[in-house]
């Protein structure tokens, strides 16, 4: 049995498991990236080094025994890797891949869950395999003795330090000891002021504080820095600050080490190659989503009981004798309303996340299945800072994750198919996002050998989900793959842990209010875009009325509103049409779609038309009549209702109604399917 | 008067359990610090009766940290635990040699840490 405070523990590693395991991730990337250099920022390495330490002492402390055998294995290798004991080569990032996958694999069953009851023996090999196959004997303290650091700096070192310090030395560099004291007041600004401009020119092996001659309201740092700079170009840097002194620590040149060839083995060392990486004071806090939620539910009815007042403020002005109170409550209402909407845009910002996250994930899956795949290719990103609501982002996940994979088990071919195409033997995978207006677009573009229309379709008919007879356009058939059982080759994803497939894929995006749509050329590659709406929060909305029905309709998917004689609506194919603006505008009726009983709306002599449809595709929604504009807050629907196609959830309006909200992308498909079906 | 114990750790479910095993020893006023660089910023504010410090952090060491407070006038007489795992056995050794009072391993055991405090705070104050 947990006892709570365990339970807390473990909602709190989990969240900060995952935040590690991102930051190897993403530190993994980093090192794939420098290992052709001679020189990689050694602070990658520590990093590294430094969550899978965490994660150890974490998992050993609440008993997570098989987190805590692979970080500590993964632990000692990175261990001998910061101290240069063992080589960075592509085999060890494997590993360090592999491994990273595995742990990610054993965070998500202590999710599901709560227990890492996973194989790990396979990690466990490889990491064993790896430090076997090369592990340099350390020479190093004797070398530490040749150099005129005073004792008391030397004991004050860890171990990783030392090792920096003397990698210095073997790399022939300058070392300088610097001496600063700082105001106590405002030491931590300057200190990062100093630490930034010396990082651009060298690595800090240390910063050590001590009391100085005025402990009372000062603090001093004496700091150990090696640069292939010259004392001239330190001093530069380190003139800004009154206090500094600097002095170049001498140590005696290391016998049999060539020194460095400067063409090939030391690129200079500048600020891309030494990233500054300088935490400063902890400034972010994390935050449960849930509690995020729950904020915006109560921004939702705040802003619903303003409404009402509004309302109700509308009355009282009628009422003559009222007309001063009536004012007075109307500014102050102006007031809360603006005071609100910074709050709902305030609550909507923090849940607001850059989806470059994600990305960083499926950098690595790529990695690892065009590896197993035995394809060569390139994943390039661009928008990482495009920012969606979090519940987005990691609904979002699995669906991009599939049509990756797709992508490339399907898209990209084999190098020799690719050669005899006369293409370039590494395919790429070209993942973009951008916002434009209400929504972010998420593309991925590959230049792989395209979808066979005819091939889908073949297979349709093999599956019975088509008729042989059926007469189709290409773009309804590349949309048969994502019906559901549409798949052959569908398999549990080994990455994932899940199984996904391409209509569960566009499930999830439906549900985020998004659409997907495929285009294709053969021969020449595959490009899906999803159009995602930035936020699933709070939404306005237009209010409709369909016989004694009231629905929502967001006001996003909305272009306009119109009302039009009946004779407008003309029927072409058995189909009810307006032409609009030179378009021919399909229409659904909401009674008919819903089955509502009524009075039919075909006898009113005026119909309303709500324009609705989101990127390219557009139709046309007849109701009874439109209502209001409102701000709703969209809650998930009772079981009842999960399923039915075209609606996206319900909300309370501000008389405390319950209305449904109608998801406008499955009205779309559900009128063109119609379409074809008849 | 509850005493004052800073935890200077750089992982946030490491500060938050060893806080609470100090929360179910005694009833003390907790500050946490997740870094060398923050607990520096820290120190001067108030009196601590006890610092627990990890020694594998970024920017400011353990080891830094223990060497500055114990050569420290106003500090040096605060006692200081270092927290780390078996792994950095050489960098313990150096702050112990520097003046910590003691260490406790990670994982650790919430009664060696109890025990540990429930000493140094008695030896501090002796009433």
Known sequence: MMDSNQQKATIEFLAEGEEILEGIGNNLVHLEEGIGSARI????????????????GLSGMLGFTKVSELSHNLENMLDSLR??????????????????????????????EGNDDLPIEDALARIEAVLHADTEGAQEESLLKTCNISPAVIEVLTEYEEHRLLANIEQGDHLYKIRISFDLATFDQDLQKLTAGLSEIGEIITTLPST???????????????SQEEQEKVVSVISAFE?????????????DSEPPTPTETAPARGSENFVSDIKGLTRTVRVDIGKLDHLMNVVGELIQSKDILKANIKTLRQAEAQAGLANSFHQAVEV????????????????MIPIGQIFNRLNRIVRKLSHDAGKQIRFATSGEDTELDKMVIEELADPLMHIIRNAIDHGIETPEV????????????????????????IEVEEDGAGIDVKKIREKAIEKGLVEEDESMTEEETLNLIFLPGFSTAEKVSEVSGRGVGMDVAKKNITLLGGMIDIDTEPGEGTLFTITLPITLAIIPALIVQCTDQIFAIPLNAVTENLILPRQSIQTIEQREVIKLRGRTLPLIRLQEAFRLPGDNSRSMEKSHIVVAGLAEKKIGIIVDDFLDKQEIVIKAVGRTLKGIPGIAGATELGDKQAVLVLDVGALIEEATRKAVAE | MNPCILIVEDSSTMRALIASTLEDLCDCDITEAASGFEALKILPARQFDLIIT?????????????????????????????????????????????GADT?????????????????????????
Do not use: W
Not at chain 1, 245 to 254: D, F, L, Q, R, S
Not at chain 1, 418 to 441: D, F, P, S, W
């Open chain 2, 54 to 98: 990890d020694i594998n952090m970024p920017d400011i060491n353990g080891l830094e940290l223990v060497n500055f407070v114990k050569k420290h006038p106003t500090y040096s007489k605060t006692p200081l635990i270092i927290v780390t795992t078996e792994k950095s056995a050489e960098d313990r050794k150096k702050g112990m040699a520097l």
């Open chain 1, 243 to 255: 206090s500094a002194e600097i002095e170049e620590i001498n140590y005696a040149p290391v016998k």
């Open chain 1, 41 to 56: 920022n050694p602070e990658i390495i520590n990093g590294i080094f430094r969550g899978a330490h965490s994660l150890k």
């Open chain 1, 336 to 351: 809360l309303e603006r005071k609100l909407t910074e709050l709902q845009d305030g609550v909507l910002e923090v849940r």
């Open chain 2, 103 to 127: 260490y406790i391993t990670k994982p650790f055991d919430a009664e060696d840490l109890q025990s540990a405090v429930k000493t140094l705070l008695k030896e501090a104050s002796p009433s």
């Open chain 1, 83 to 112: 101290l240069g004991k063992l080589k960075l080569a592509p085999p060890v990032l494997d590993c360090l891949f592999e491994s990273l996958d595995t742990l990610n694999g054993l965070i998500l069953k202590i999710g599901e």
């Open chain 1, 418 to 441: 690719r050669k005899a195409a006369g293409k370039q033997a590494e395919g790429t995978i070209e993942l973009r996002a951008y916002q434009e207006g209400n929504h972010v677009i």
């Open chain 1, 212 to 226: 100085g001659d005025s402990p009372e309201s000062g603090i001093q740092f004496t700091l150990i820095v090696g």
